[in-house]
């Protein structure tokens, strides 16, 4: 089993920025890829950007290309999210996803994120 929980979340003025930040911890060892993915009111859940655990690979929705940024900290297993000129469509529930070689993957709680206009 993989745990993960969310941080940095919070309400921000359109053009603003957050920084998410996703912790891993359990049976990490297998773990290839970490992403994180979106979910608005009524919609739904959509993929924001993921990036390769070895090889840092990285790749995004067209949506928030040029203006956010995954990375990740091996050593700390925690993957982050630089979300730059925010935009009130970027308002949702952001969920972290492990993904693991084995083919198991583990979601964290999510974290909200509001961006106002």
């Known amino acids: 089993q993989v745990q993960l929980v969310e941080s940095g979340g919070g309400a921000v003025q359109a053009g603003g920025s957050l920084r998410l930040s996703c912790a891993a911890s359990?049976?990490?060892?297998?773990?290839?890829?970490m992403g994180w993915f979106r979910q608005a009111p009524g919609k739904e859940r959509e993929f924001v950007a993921l990036v390769r655990w070895s090889a840092g690979s990285t790749y995004y929705a067209d949506s928030v290309k040029g203006r956010f940024t995954i990375s990740r900290d091996n050593a700390k297993n925690t993957v982050y999210l630089q979300m730059n000129s925010l935009k009130p469509e970027d308002t949702a529930v952001y969920y972290c996803?492990?993904?693991?070689?084995?083919?198991?993957?583990?979601w964290g709680p999510g974290t909200q994120v509001t961006v106002s206009s």
């Open positions: 359990g049976r990490t060892f297998g773990t290839s890829a």
């Open positions: 996803k492990a993904i693991q070689s084995a083919g198991n993957s583990y």
